[in-house]
């Protein structure tokens, strides 16, 4: 019974007014800082004043009323430092109660434990208004010296209802983790810096890639094959160049749609997909066609990227060049799948060394003929020479080699260093095991030949003729086919381009 009288008589209680310390309120420091429902039990005025702080300790006569007129006296004597002592009910976390024994027998009495918390603040004026919403007053408030945010008050309540509202701290708890959401925004980026001190290669990826356009079936272009065959192509295309001795590891394949207008023939002839019941006619389609508001048709062109990179990187190799350099002591050829690599490179250059030899790019391709690789040449100054797509008649679309020797020969002439990437490889083969070895895992479940010897014609029964035309820089090298369609759907008839 006195238990329950106790809990009916006025206190003076702590409650926020700004700042709303959540993450402190249940948080691992919810125990060092006063809240809403605690109890005040002592203020302490003038903390760290000359003479010691005074000590105002409940019960406060007057309550709320009796706080605010000390604080107005502290205030104006210039005493703002104050710190405020509590009382929390431990019924209210987890409503624990300790047993306390009774005075001469074993019987004892359940009571309420309760946790002490305090906290160092400053007194600060706050304008407040009045009753009814006329006039305005000043009361005081205590603003937190570790967390300026957060500010309390006091407010005169029955100990049953701070008890109450410290009790429903458990389900304010599950209500806050129910409403809280993650919070998303954007943030700079660095990128041009990135790309310039991260990348290898600076300003350009890593990762290659082939576009592969289905093959069509007729002149039109209104039918086309599927887009497995499209993806059976895109295998074959990396077995084979692994096979040939080009060092690439293979990442992702994927299809790529590509929207085009269609009309006639070719409208009346691709799926439709004005339906959800067409999905499934789609799904290998690689073609299909629907309208646009305006009754337009629109085709939709499934394509497939392959996505691949160099089995160990790509070495950057700088030829310098230097008076009276007659080549540069390499010749270059072209794979079928549209790799352009070194083919051969001058190994009796006793007297006077190619700028191929001081490079080291005759080292390079010692060692990538003892590997069984082919040394592919990635970029030329900076700039990929990688095939990059096939159309629709199945031709590569890859960089012409003639071309590419004629650059090369007037920076020889021009005297300018060149700079060239070569892709590089990890010592590891990729053809299927023999019997009684260890398998290889491949990049592509098919299998594929082991590497060919590959068919090198033996160009140095014309280097004497090749240089003595060089050695004229009006004379330059003609194309043996004409216009660029010849160019992109047809192969070199040149084995060995030297320069």
């Not at 082991?450 to 003595?468: D, I, Y």
Request: aromatic fraction near 6%; glycine fraction near 10%; include cysteine.
């Amino acid at each position: 019974m006195p238990m329950e009288s106790g809990r009916r008589q006025g206190v003076v209680a702590i409650e926020c007014v700004a700042g709303g310390s959540r993450a402190e309120e249940w948080g691992p420091g919810s125990s060092e800082t006063v809240q809403t429902g605690d109890v005040v039990e002592e203020l302490l005025i003038g903390v760290g004043s000359r003479g010691g702080p005074a000590s105002h300790a409940a019960p406060f006569k007057g309550g709320r009323a009796a706080l605010q007129k000390l604080l107005h006296a502290a205030y104006k004597r210039g005493e703002t430092s104050v710190e405020v002592r509590v009382r929390r009910s431990a019924s209210a976390q987890g409503q624990q109660r300790q047993l306390v024994a009774g005075g001469g027998d074993s019987s004892g009495e359940l009571v309420d434990a309760a946790t002490e918390a305090r906290m160092q603040a400053c007194i600060v004026p706050q304008e407040s208004v009045g009753g009814g919403g006329i006039g305005r007053s000043r009361q005081y408030v205590l603003r937190s010296i570790r967390d300026p945010n957060y500010a309390v008050g006091f407010v005169d309540r029955m100990e049953s209802e701070c008890i109450a509202i410290r009790g429903s701290r458990s389900s304010r708890v599950v209500c806050a983790l129910s409403k809280a959401q993650l919070q998303d925004g954007y943030v700079s980026y660095p990128w041009e810096k990135k790309m310039r001190e991260v990348l290898p290669i600076p300003n350009s990826s890593s990762f290659l890639s082939l576009l592969i356009l289905p093959m069509a079936l007729d002149r039109a272009g209104s039918r086309y094959n599927s887009v497995e065959d499209t993806l059976a192509r895109a295998n074959a295309w990396i077995l084979s160049s692994q096979a040939s001795g080009v060092p690439i590891a293979f990442l992702n394949v994927q299809t790529e749609a590509l929207l085009t207008k269609i009309s006639g023939e070719t409208a009346s002839s691709t799926v439709n997909s004005g339906s959800l019941a067409d999905l499934p006619n789609l799904a290998n389609a690689s073609l299909y066609g629907f309208e646009d508001y305006h009754g337009v048709d629109i085709g939709v062109v499934k394509a497939v990227r392959v996505w691949y990179t160099a089995a160990a990187g790509e070495m950057p190799v700088e030829i310098i060049l230097e008076e009276g350099d007659a080549r540069l002591g390499f010749a270059i050829s072209r794979t079928e799948e549209g790799f352009i690599y070194v083919s051969s490179v001058v190994e009796n250059d006793v007297e006077r060394q190619a700028p191929s030899t001081r490079s080291g790019l005759r080292d390079l391709y010692r060692e990538a003929k003892r590997a069984s690789k082919l040394l592919v040449i990635s970029r030329v100054s900076g700039q990929k020479v990688l095939p990059w797509m096939v159309s629709t008649s199945g031709a590569l679309r890859c960089f012409d080699t003639v071309s590419l020797s004629q650059k090369l020969s007037l920076h020889r002439h021009a005297l300018r260093p060149i700079l060239l990437h070569v892709l590089m490889w990890d010592g590891k083969s990729d053809a299927p095991a023999r019997p009684g070895h260890e398998p290889c895992p491949l990049p592509l479940p098919l299998p594929s030949p082991e590497f060919p010897e590959l068919p090198r014609q033996n160009s140095f029964a014309c280097v004497e003729q090749r240089m003595q035309t060089e050695l004229d820089p009006g004379v330059m090298h003609e194309r043996d086919t004409a216009g660029d369609a010849s160019f992109r759907f047809h192969n070199f008839s040149l084995p060995n381009n030297w320069v």
